[in-house]
């Protein structure tokens, strides 16, 4: 059973064009998190939701738009997709407090 | 705002000896910190989590410590060998304590066990 899942895999698209992944977790985790992995391999978080609330909301253009419509699901959608958005998008569940992060396979977002 | 720098770009050893990895930080005290392991293509894969009162943990063939005075972890894989080939990315805690579980990620080290 894939305990964090994320669709698509690989997303192909044109500058200004709108787009959303989909993330998916059957561990019963309450939090839930978006991080994009740039092309030097940097890691880092964008949006972070616990039991559907947002609570880190990093500098992130208003163009991304995470949406949580329940505990097991947090989508992110992007408006006026441009250049710099090429990355790989991961999304992560953890239980509330120290704890470890359980990471989706990714998603390879082109922006051509 | 915290730094957090890990050590080595990239790490080439030989079979069967120990790979150290080196994690640094900067202006700010983390509650705990995490190693993960990433392959590529792949997302990152938790290893083992260390708090500020533990000075180390272990699993397996595993090890971290935690300087929270030099400000500094190290990463040990022992008898290494080449399947632990992969990037291995620290992680900092890095939300106040608040427990909504930030972490903010070094650039990662890419270990290479050779045969």
């Known amino acids: 059973d894939t305990a964090v899942s994320q669709t698509p895999k690989y997303l192909v698209t044109q500058m200004g064009n709108d787009k959303s992944i989909k993330c998916e977790q059957n561990?019963?985790?309450?939090?839930m998190y978006w991080y994009k992995q740039d092309s030097k391999k940097f890691l880092k978080i964008m949006f972070s939701?616990?039991?559907?609330?947002?609570?880190i909301n990093e500098t992130v253009p208003n163009r991304f738009s995470p949406k949580s419509p329940d505990k097991a699901h947090l989508n992110l959608h992007i408006n006026s997709l441009e250049l710099g958005d090429s990355a790989v998008y991961f999304c992560?569940?953890?239980?509330?407090?120290?704890?470890?992060?359980?990471f989706g396979p990714g998603t390879r977002l082109t922006v051509l | 705002s915290q730094k957090i720098e890990q050590n080595s770009e990239a790490l080439n050893i030989q079979e069967g000896k120990t790979a150290t990895l080196t994690c640094n930080y900067t202006?700010?005290?983390?509650?705990?910190l995490q190693w993960y392991r990433q392959d590529p293509g792949r997302g990152p894969v938790f290893l083992l989590l260390?708090?500020?009162?533990?000075k180390e943990k272990r699993k397996e063939r595993l090890k971290v410590t935690f300087d929270t005075t030099l400000k500094q972890s190290l990463f040990h894989i022992t008898a290494s060998q080449p399947a632990d080939s992969a990037t291995y990315l620290c992680?900092?805690?890095?939300?106040?304590?608040?427990?909504?579980?930030?972490?903010?990620f070094g650039q990662g080290t890419i270990l290479t066990v050779h045969p």
């Open positions: 992560a569940s953890s239980q509330v407090g120290p704890a470890q992060q359980f």
């Open positions: 260390i708090r500020e009162n533990e």
């Open positions: 561990l019963g985790h309450d939090t």
């Open positions: 992680a900092l805690e890095s939300d106040g304590g608040t427990s909504y579980g930030k972490l903010t």
């Open positions: 202006n700010y005290s983390p509650a705990y």
């Open positions: 939701y616990n039991n559907k609330e947002l609570i």
